[in-house]
């Protein structure tokens, strides 16, 4: 398959934070994989900037190494990655200091589009943002992209909106949220909004609920000073899983278009109820024998953390009245395993005689691994012997049906760089949805801290704490097995 390869206009990408974890890991290895897809024209750059004392030469080699350690296949190309290696320079720079910035506006060039990549502490956006304006370095055109974590709680996120705001407009801040990048939650919007099939089933007529799961086997060991003061539900629950619910539960936008689609996930999450606490629970991991427990993991032998959640949360409105949607996520679990099921209702009466088992459809949207979609239906049993009834799958695994080049090769983040270039803020949060969302999670985070809230242990390896089993037994429903 041909994948069409939408070209971008030439640009000056700045990295601040450009020798940094996720500037080795993520960004420019991703950006390797754009200039081997023929996206990155000749006379780009890409400026990593740091206080590290490193002149162009050793930047290159710094960024070689971790293209060779993170890249994948691609990286064995080395004539390409000599080539691309020169389109790469490095200026020395502190975010809080005015060394270097003279450097740094004296080597951006005109008539190209700016783009600031903040993938530094978040303690630091402000003093960056009124930095580049001080200088000039960036114009009413540039673009800057700041990483999770945004704020901590509603205050926190809402202060660094107005900092950003002092000296950005909102069309020019790119909010990422990695998993808005992953192609399997892109193709939650295809799937919904490109088909006539499953529209008119997208409500509360015929959906039973709608369980959303993402499980990791990592557990937080390497990063653990930052893990433990943010917990499952701040580092997954109110920007990836949310997220995912938005896309999942929104209104049809009316067009393709960053502000209409923004706007309709706003809708989602001002409309979500507030979650009682018996919806909800909190779970630690515990060693197994080969592996070390959380609070080791963490370096916090009295943490409170929690690695896991699962809550059951329901969405006032016309469409989804009434139906639950369930959401976990966690660390060290079995499998590495992250899907969303949406359960239809039961047939109101079956004509098929001496059929007592429960036939229902599901269309579970498989995010990773093995990305891809599947919708189980109800068929009679091949063979004699009257009818009978069967539940299969109809599977589409992304990788069969569209070749192993399905996802292109690229990650979320090289494919949300692009369109930072591209100037496409569809798949970008906004200010206000972010607020929002904390909104919604403050109270559920204030209120463990107000009653001291431990939570429960869950083995190594484990689906998650038995009381996350409970919260849909009690609905009379279970979890989709969480399995490789
Ligand atoms: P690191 O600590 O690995 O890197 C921080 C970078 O910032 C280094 O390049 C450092 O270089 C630079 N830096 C620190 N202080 C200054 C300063 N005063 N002026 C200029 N540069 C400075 O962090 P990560 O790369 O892991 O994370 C970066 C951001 O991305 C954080 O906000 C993090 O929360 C977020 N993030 C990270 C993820 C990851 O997988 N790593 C995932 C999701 C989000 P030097 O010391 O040379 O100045
Ligand atoms: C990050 C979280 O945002 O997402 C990590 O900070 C988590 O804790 C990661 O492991 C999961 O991303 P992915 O793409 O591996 O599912």
């Not at 897809?37 to 960024?63: K, T």
């Not at 000073?225 to 209104?251: F, P, T, W």
Request: aromatic share 8%; proline share 4%.
């Amino acid at each position: 398959m041909v994948s069409r390869i939408i070209p971008v206009e030439c640009f000056d990408l700045v990295i601040f934070g450009g020798t940094g974890d996720l500037a080795r890991r993520k960004i420019l290895p991703g950006l390797f994989r754009r200039f081997l897809g023929g996206q990155m024209p000749e006379n780009a750059r890409i400026i990593g900037a740091a206080r590290s004392n490193l002149d162009d030469a050793e930047y290159r080699d710094m960024v070689a190494g971790a293209i060779t350690e993170f890249g994948g296949a691609e990286a064995k190309d080395t004539e390409c990655l000599s080539r691309f290696l020169k389109q790469l320079h490095y200026v020395q720079v502190d975010a809080r200091g005015t060394d270097g910035w003279a450097d740094l506006a004296g080597l951006m060039k005109p008539d190209v589009i700016r783009a600031f990549y903040f993938s530094v502490g978040p303690g630091l956006f402000g003093d960056l943002a009124e930095r580049l304006h001080l200088h000039k370095i960036a114009d009413a055109q540039s673009r800057i992209v700041v990483e999770k974590p945004f704020g901590r709680d509603l205050e926190t996120a809402r202060a660094l909106n107005e900092t950003l705001a002092l000296h950005f407009d909102e069309q020019q801040i790119y909010r990422i949220d990695h998993y808005l990048g992953k192609e399997t939650v892109q193709n939650l919007m295809a799937v919904r909004f490109g088909n006539v099939l499953f529209e008119p089933l997208w409500n509360n007529h015929y959906v039973d609920h709608i369980q959303i799961t993402v499980a990791e086997t990592v557990g937080v060991g390497g990063r653990g000073g930052y893990y433990d003061k943010s917990g499952a539900m701040r580092d997954m629950v109110q920007n990836h899983l949310m997220q995912l619910l938005c896309l999942i539960a929104m209104e049809p936008p009316s067009m393709f278009e960053a502000d209409a689609v923004r706007d309709e996930k706003l809708k989602v999450i001002r409309a979500l109820q507030p979650v009682d606490y018996h919806q909800i629970v909190r779970g630690q991991y515990n060693a197994t024998d080969k592996t070390q427990n959380y609070r080791d993991d963490a370096e916090n032998p009295r943490s409170h953390t929690e690695s896991f959640v699962a809550l059951k949360c329901h969405i006032n409105n016309w469409r989804w009245a009434g139906v639950p949607f369930y959401m976990r996520t966690g660390k060290r679990l079995k499998a590495r395993n992250s899907e969303i099921s949406v359960v239809f209702k039961d047939l109101g009466h079956s004509i098929f005689e001496g059929d007592e088992a429960r036939h229902r459809n599901i269309l579970t949207i498989r995010l990773q691994p093995n990305e891809g979609i599947d919708l189980q239906v109800t068929i009679k049993e091949p063979g004699p012997g009257g009818m009978r009834l069967v539940d299969v799958p109809l599977d589409m695994t992304f990788a069969d049906a569209l070749g192993p080049d399905a996802d292109g090769g690229s990650d979320a983040y090289e494919r949300l760089i692009m369109d930072v270039i591209r100037g496409n803020q569809t798949l970008f949060m906004r200010g206000d949805e972010v607020e929002a969302a904390w909104s919604w999670t403050d109270p559920i985070i204030n209120g463990w801290q107000e009653r001291n809230d431990v939570p429960k242990e869950y083995d190594t390896g484990s689906s998650g704490p038995e009381d996350s089993l409970m919260l849909l037994h009690r609905d009379g429903r279970r979890w989709h097995e969480i399995k490789a």
